[in-house]
């Protein structure tokens, strides 16, 4: 999302591209990784990334 490098000490989360709670699977198809800040940003804005490129974000 933000393009920088991801590494032990940034971190990082696995998003779900389409959350479980909507029927998303747990597959390497349906997530992505993203650095903590960003997973958080994705979140409370209401924004989703896609597994493609998670540069172009969408409102949910």
Known sequence: M????MDKESGWH?????PRVKGGP???NNLIL???VC???LHN??????PAS???LCKA
């Open 14 to 18: 696995i998003h779900n591209v389409i």
């Open 54 to 56: 998670t540069k172009r």
């Open 45 to 50: 804005q209401d924004l989703c990334a896609t």
């Open 26 to 28: 747990d597959t390497l």
């Open 34 to 36: 993203l650095h903590p």
């Open 2 to 5: 933000c393009q920088q490098i």
């Open 39 to 41: 997973h958080r940003q």
